[in-house]
């Protein structure tokens, strides 16, 4: 899976998982892989994260603790309030969409 | 509401016999990786041995694998996705050689491949790997010392604490000492609780005791026992990324390679 289509599939899930980011399942609320519903493609999302994962640490920590803090209602993420991560988070999507032209 | 865990824990280690290890309430400093990659080595081998003598072997191997009043890595036990810290420092000087020039942050991630190095720097984390690249044998001590500042206008280092592999120094030691904070429901009622080093909630492994739902991931699934099923659990929370998230050694990933990958 190129990086281009990867975005192309993980970006709109994150907007999605983001946007329902108030629904809790009990301590858990659902990341962006969750809005992946075909199976095949979602294990090749899993793949291609875990084969790239050093090469974007940054953008897939940052969401992983997001949605972390989210399923357990913490108040902060290392000192920055969960609002304020989302809207940094917000951002980061914006530039990846620009790079990759989405 | 917030309370240290000290108490309990020279308690647990007494109890277990294990109390020349009391330094770690007095003065010593507990890494992140040390507190749980000693928990999951203790769990491993307490879980292999059975029975009581099980459970004091995995004490015995949480004492044996844990490195309290250096900081440093626990000899032996690698981070999930990260190979040793001389690996990681390798990277660092590698990447820093080739990008001698690069001393600005970045202000667009549209400059040029996304190195995950590169991210970090975007992110306010150059400071520290320029310090690493420029003095190679810079002690533990040493790098802790230097805590980049935040980049204004990007995200603060958003790495759980385990990340930094640092120690040394009382301060750092107090301030890193495992706490008991409850866990509540939007409404305010308290429905769990988490530990963990310092004063923040999340972001950094800990051990948590909630109900849990469903898998972290949508390609894991949980294995809970039907007798726990709808009750509130023990379980913690290690690792990177994704990792992090796991409900261990609950939740199974998918593409565990053994039953012991859980842990």
New interface residues.
């Given amino acids: 899976m190129s990086e281009q289509d990867f975005f192309s599939i993980y970006l709109p899930a994150l907007e999605k998982a983001l946007a329902n980011d108030h629904v ?5 609320v ?2 962006p ?2 809005y ?1 519903e075909n199976k095949t493609m ?2 090749k999302i ?1 793949a291609f ?2 084969k790239n ?10 969401i ?2 997001y ?3 989210k ?10 309030k969960t609002s304020e ?1 989302k809207s ?1 988070l917000i951002h ?1 999507i914006s ?2 969409k ?2 990759f032209t989405l | 509401m917030e309370i240290t865990l000290c108490s309990s824990l020279v308690r647990i280690l007494i109890e277990a016999k294990v109390s020349d290890r009391i330094a770690v309430c007095v003065g010593g400093t507990v890494s992140g990786d040390s507190f749980t990659g000693g928990l999951h080595a203790g769990l491993k081998a307490g879980l292999l041995s059975g029975g009581t003598g099980g459970v004091l072997g995995g004490i015995g191997a949480v004492k044996n694998n844990l490195n309290f009043l250096t900081g440093k890595p626990t000899a032996g036990y690698q981070h999930p996705g990260l190979a040793s810290s001389s690996d990681i420092q390798a990277t660092k000087n590698k990447f820093w050689k080739t990008h001698a020039a690069n001393t600005q942050t970045p202000t667009s991630i549209e400059a040029g491949p996304i190195a995950w190095n590169e991210s970090i720097n975007a992110y306010g984390m150059g400071r520290r790997d320029r310090f690493w690249a420029q003095n190679p044998g810079a002690g533990w001590d040493e790098q802790w010392g230097f805590i980049p500042g935040p980049s204004p206008g990007h995200i603060t280092p958003v790495y759980p604490e385990s990340y930094l592999i640092g120690g040394g120094g009382a301060f750092k030691a107090a301030s890193a000492l495992p706490k008991l904070k409850w866990l509540r429901v939007s409404g305010g009622k308290i429905n769990g609780f988490t530990i963990s080093k310092g004063a923040g909630y999340g972001a950094k492994p800990r051990l948590d005791f909630h109900k849990l739902g469903r898998a972290s991931k949508a390609s894991n699934s949980l294995t809970v026992p039907k007798l726990l099923q709808n009750r509130k659990i023990l379980h913690y929370h290690r690792g990177l990324g994704n990792n992090l998230r796991r409900y261990r050694p609950w939740e199974k990933g998918w593409n565990d390679k053994n039953f012991w990958s859980r842990f």
């Fill in positions: 809790n399942h009990g301590f858990n659902l990341g892989d969750w992946i979602r294990k899993d994260e875990e994962f050093e090469k974007y640490q940054a953008l897939f920590e940052s992983s603790l949605f972390d803090a399923s357990h209602n913490f108040d902060e993420i290392n000192g920055i991560y940094r980061q530039l990846y620009k790079k």
